[in-house]
């Protein structure tokens, strides 16, 4: 799996390739358990990281879509952007995605969730 996601990083390569990388890195989140995921698939998380903005830069977002970049943040112990990426959140939080990505990373989600008061969850 890790070989055929580096693929695409040359063919396509560009813009397609960092998209269809970070794509094969959502798919992989029900495949490992959360604090293995980066370790087992073998996938980059800056690479991940560069689809996820490249991807919200080009096609905008919906709240699941931050939902899933602030668990696979967590899953890559990167909380300078699980910090950045709540701020986007809208008003609802899966606590499923995010919520697990959050406890389990030692990210704290009663911060988080102060941050954005008024927020919605669900329980997955």
Known sequence: MKEYADSLLREPGGDLGQVAYLLVAVQQFNAYAFVELFKKSGLNWPDVKAGFELRERVYGFSN????????????ADDHATAKEVVQHFGEWISLHLAGEALVRSGYCLGPVLSLRRGMTHDSG
Request: aromatic share 24%; hydrophobic share 50%.
């Open 64 to 75: 699941e879509d931050w939902n899933i970049y602030l668990y696979l943040a967590c899953a």
